[in-house]
């Protein structure tokens, strides 16, 4: 049986009739963009993420590097950011001057929270933190870092739509939440948009000028902005969908509960679960020191897999001017390398399942096979 790493269609035709009745109505409305289906999704998205505000955007990055220029962070600044991240994280801070201070992760794969202290000086202005594969960051400890250093609190959410810290939603922590809409995202549109979360009416008001061009009146340009709307179209259909957003994290929970409780190979490593986190799963992570062996292996069985992410952004070749050698961030490397993501999504049936966990479970490296 072949099983993808992802299949976005599931959900889609469950709600066929209803994602198509929206488009409809929309592209027969004649009005695309900053209309009533943005104004409906940033209060309902507002409200289900339990803030004051949401701005839709053109996409998370847009959300990123906005968020640390309105916060007037830039040439000079340390922002501490994930060294285990997308690189997109990293790329908010750097378009915009500010120096990437980098942390490394924990067991759970996401920053440290011990560790951040040590990173902080007269430079740091505000900590980015990353919920990634949709498992919350340790949240109270990083707020309170915030409140004794006055810092500026960014969360990258992109990976975290609906998951949750001691009952509190990623994305109503800090001062700014970026959420990304990328199709495969646990709220994922038809093509690219995202949004920030955040409880201050000024920086909303921000954020609504600067996606305009940086005017709040048309033609009137208070600041060089940009142009970065979510669109009428993905407002409309996102909508539609976190009406159920909770089932669909529901589902990835039960596909997740059966590959932690089934997969027993001894060479791979399940991922862990924080405490006092409701975790969405936006990907299933293992890891494995034979992991291209096995992703090969994988490939041979029918079985898809993905790497996120084969390269740290220390390591990338856009940031080789930071002169960060390899070696010099040892756990977050080691990951890079031994990191795959197991078939998610929305509507995996129990033989896909069954044929997924006996593949893995019976995946035997070479150099194990020859001591046999």
Not at 235 to 262: E, H, I, M, P
Request: hydrophobic letters at 40%; charged letters at 25%; proline letters at 4%.
């Amino acid at each position: 049986m072949k099983v993808p790493a992802n299949n976005l269609l599931r959900h889609y035709n469950e709600h066929q009739e209803e994602y198509e009745a929206k488009a409809l109505e929309i592209l027969r409305s004649g009005n695309y963009v900053l209309g009533k289906e943005v104004d409906a999704f940033e209060r309902d998205f507002a409200r289900y993420i339990t803030t004051d505000y949401c701005v839709g955007l053109g996409n998370c990055l847009d959300a990123l590097w906005l968020s640390f220029r309105i916060l007037g962070i830039g040439l000079g600044d340390e922002v501490i950011v994930p060294g285990n991240t997308y690189i997109a994280s990293v790329m908010g801070i750097t378009i915009n001057d500010a120096t990437p201070v980098f942390v490394e992760p924990d067991a759970y794969h996401s920053i440290d929270a011990d560790k951040i202290e040590a990173k902080i000086t007269a430079k740091t202005k505000a900590i980015l933190v990353v919920h990634l594969y949709g498992q919350s960051c340790e949240m109270d400890k990083i707020v309170a870092l915030c409140d004794k250093y006055k810092l500026k609190l960014v969360e990258d959410c992109a990976q975290s739509h609906g998951g949750t810290y001691k009952g509190k939603q990623t994305g109503s922590f800090g001062d700014i939440g970026c959420f990304s809409f990328y199709p495969s995202k646990n709220l994922g549109a038809f093509g690219d948009g995202g949004a920030i979360t955040t409880n201050s009416e000024a920086l909303a008001k921000e954020f609504r000028m600067f996606r305009f061009y940086g005017s709040e009146k048309r033609y009137y340009n208070k600041v060089v902005g940009t142009n970065s709307r979510l669109d009428e179209l993905q407002a409309g259909l996102l909508n539609v969908k976190l009406n159920y957003l909770d089932a669909l994290n529901a589902d990835r929970q039960r596909v997740c509960d059966a590959y932690l409780k089934n997969i027993s190979n001894p060479v791979i490593t399940l991922p862990k679960v924080r405490r006092d986190t409701q975790n969405v799963w936006h990907q299933f992570v293992i890891t494995t020191p034979y992991r291209d062996e096995f992703m090969k292996y994988l490939e041979e069985q029918g079985i898809g897999s993905i790497i996120h992410y084969p390269i740290p952004p220390h390591l990338s070749e856009a940031y080789a001017y930071l002169n960060m050698a390899k070696g010099s961030l040892p756990i977050t490397e080691c990951l890079a390398d031994e990191i795959l993501s197991l078939p998610l999504f929305y509507g995996m049936t129990d033989p896909e399942l069954e044929a997924v966990i006996n593949a893995v479970n019976a995946f035997v490296p070479r150099v194990m096979e020859k001591r046999l």
